[in-house]
């Protein structure tokens, strides 16, 4: 069985960590029921609604479904493996959709596996999927208010 740095801390620093980490910008590797079929996927947290959490997704390529339309691939944004070492190779963030995930799941992921926190994005990739989000029309109004993104 191998060992994690993780694993020689408290219950009490793992919290802290977990609490500390949740924030927006920082990016997550961890297996996302939602997808089809559920798999390990790399999110960025984006918003922050109290126990609500706004995240986007990053897929390996475009989502087919978004090729039929100019405007669903507008939606997807370039992300170079060069420019940030969480990703292995280029890939796209999909802001056609704002995948959501309790405060609670994700600290509880971080208690047992605080790896999946893979790094942090910029602030000017952040304002972009901020903008894309607010204009996405995919997006529910209610959605977008829940993360003020109206």
Do not use: W
């Not at 009490?12 to 798999?39: D, G, L, M, Y």
């Not at 978004?66 to 190779?89: C, G, M, N, R, V």
């Amino acid at each position: 069985m191998t060992s994690t740095l993780g694993q020689y801390f408290t219950p009490e620093q793992r919290n802290a960590f977990a609490i500390r980490i949740t924030e927006i910008k920082n990016v997550f590797r961890r297996f996302c029921t939602s997808t089809e079929p559920p798999k390990i996927k790399i999110l960025i947290l984006i918003r922050i609604n109290g126990d609500n959490l706004g995240c986007v997704l990053i897929n390996t390529c475009i989502n087919a479904k978004a090729l039929s339309s100019s405007d669903l691939t507008d939606l997807h944004i370039p992300i170079k493996a060069s420019d940030y070492k969480f990703l292995s190779h280029d890939s796209y963030i999909d802001c056609s959709y704002l995948y959501e995930l309790q405060r609670p799941v994700l600290h509880g992921d971080l208690k047992t596996s605080p790896e999946i926190m893979v790094g942090t994005i910029d602030d000017p990739l952040y304002v972009v999927i901020v903008g894309k989000l607010k204009n996405a029309e995919t997006i529910t109004p209610k959605t977008k208010k829940k993360y003020s993104l109206i």
